[in-house]
């Protein structure tokens, strides 16, 4: 069966610190994969998606980039973080790439102090 | 893709029918319309999905109206632990499956 994790759950970091976040998806191969994220009491925002090795989509501009360095792998990154970075982010996996089921990680709870 | 309207906020009695309407007055012929739920501190759950017939799963029900512009997700008999936020969603058959959620609505279960 497949599975998606994410790591690590929580973070808490001071602005202007490095960022990395990682998912990894098993049990399939060539996963859309997209990273969303959550502020508090916001709705889920859509950030970056994959189809692709090498291949990243950016939905909104920020301070954040993806990178997709393997088939089902997938990092979130940030060179100095900022304190509205701060939410909780989720990976997200489609197990057929024409259909809106995605299947989400645990999510990765991120403060910036 | 289409966008969704969705009352902010229903309550329920547990055991009872839960009926979460959405407005989707905007969608075209190849867009379906999808379901999620997202319990607290959890990334979102995927919960049915449908064009234009009426969908049955484990889970719920899917409604959807002869013009399309509205449906309704169907918790038969509501358990406490269907306390969410049910998110709405539009979306056009694509090649990336990207979906755009709302601000869905919060569905508190009571006992």
């Known amino acids: 069966s497949q599975t998606i994790h994410q790591w690590p759950a929580t973070l808490v970091q001071p602005v202007g610190s490095p960022l990395s976040l990682e998912c990894t998806v098993e049990?399939?191969?060539?996963?859309?994969l997209y990273w969303y994220r959550q502020a508090a009491g916001r709705g889920l925002q859509l950030l970056f998606y994959?189809?692709?090795?090498?291949?990243i989509s950016s939905e909104v501009p920020q301070n954040l980039s993806a990178s997709r360095p393997q088939d089902r792998q997938f990092i979130l990154s940030s060179k100095k973080l900022l304190l509205s970075d701060s939410g909780f982010y989720l990976c997200?996996?489609?197990?057929?790439?024409?259909?809106?089921?995605?299947?989400f990680g645990e999510g990765s709870r991120l403060t910036v102090l | 893709d289409a966008k969704t309207t969705q009352p902010t906020s229903m309550d329920c009695a547990e055991g009872r029918a839960a009926n979460l309407p959405c407005n989707h007055s905007?969608?075209?012929?190849?867009?379906?319309v999808y379901w999620y739920r997202q319990i607290h501190s959890q990334g979102p759950q995927y919960i049915i999905h449908?064009?234009?017939n009426n969908e049955t799963n484990e889970m719920a029900s899917l409604i959807i109206t002869e013009d399309r512009k509205s449906s309704t997700l169907i918790l038969p008999h509501a358990t406490l632990r269907d306390t969410a936020v049910y998110y709405c969603?539009?979306?056009?058959?694509?090649?990336?499956?990207?979906?755009?959620f709302g601000q869905g609505t919060t569905l508190q279960v009571k006992p």
């Open positions: 905007t969608i075209s012929g190849n867009e379906y």
């Open positions: 997200a996996w489609n197990r057929l790439a024409n259909t809106g089921e995605l299947f």
């Open positions: 969603i539009v979306r056009g058959s694509g090649n990336t499956g990207k979906l755009i």
């Open positions: 449908g064009l234009k």
């Open positions: 049990g399939t191969s060539n996963p859309n």
């Open positions: 994959s189809v692709g090795i090498g291949q």
